[in-house]
């Protein structure tokens, strides 16, 4: 599962990353805490070129009757993504990239819980595997995306036993591809190899998705460990 994330650098960073502008009226800050249902960046096709769309997160497939399953549907098991009715025209038809410069999970030992800053070594922004659909509601349109999970690597499975899907640069044209193989899309929604991984313990300001700013990332009294 992937529940929150950060995406702490400047806006022309991101840009320079992805290859990809901010469109017109848009507005990207450094967020440290990235909650579901908030407006965050995505980078998608527009006319064959790269754009960065404020959306928001929690898939609300086209053809739903209300937005309300939007908090549920944060996340899209690479597995079933292409099967399942919630997900499967979003994947065949308008994937995205999610940058993202680090994410959230929590291990749980009792009644005690750690939050952990997993990060990739030698990666400042990164793309999560994603799709997005626009739903056309009463108010207008709502575009809205989810983040594709897939099994934990090994050095973090103690942890949580699912992680978001990292793309490699070499692939992030593939994936919004509306016409790349199904198959193909697919084998590329593996887990982080362990050497990538990074992973600190943080304290539990990160807790609640109302504390926002560098202090989420502060190590916490546990230090993870760089594998």
């Not at 908030?38 to 929690?58: D, K, M, S, Y």
């Not at 399953?69 to 994947?91: H, L, Q, W, Y």
């Not at 999970?105 to 922004?125: M, S």
């Amino acid at each position: 599962m992937c529940g929150r994330y950060q995406l702490s650098l400047p806006l022309e960073e991101i840009e320079a990353h992805f290859d990809a502008r901010l469109v017109e009226g848009g507005q990207v800050e450094r967020r440290y805490n990235i909650a579901p249902t908030q407006l965050v960046p995505i980078v998608r096709l527009n006319g064959g070129h790269r754009e960065l769309a404020p959306t928001r997160w929690g898939l609300v497939p086209h053809w739903a009757q209300d937005a309300d399953s939007a908090a549920r549907m944060i996340n899209a098991r690479s597995e079933t993504v292409s099967e399942k009715p919630s997900f499967r025209d979003a994947f065949r038809q308008t994937r995205c990239l999610v940058p993202s410069s680090g994410f959230y999970e929590w291990k749980h030992v009792g009644r005690e819980k750690t939050p952990y800053l997993i990060q990739v070594k030698g990666a400042p922004v990164y793309a999560m595997a994603g799709i997005w659909s626009r739903w056309l509601g009463p108010s207008g349109p709502l575009e809205t995306f989810s983040v594709l999970t897939t099994r934990a690597a090994e050095a973090i499975a103690d942890v949580h036993e699912r992680m978001p899907v990292i793309l490699h640069p070499d692939h992030y044209s593939d994936w919004l591809n509306s016409a790349a193989p199904r198959d193909y899309l697919l084998d590329l929604c593996q887990p982080l190899p362990n050497d990538l991984v990074v992973r600190n313990a943080v304290g539990d300001y990160v807790n609640s998705a109302r504390n926002e700013g560098p202090e989420c990332e502060v190590l916490g009294p546990t230090q993870g460990s760089l594998l």
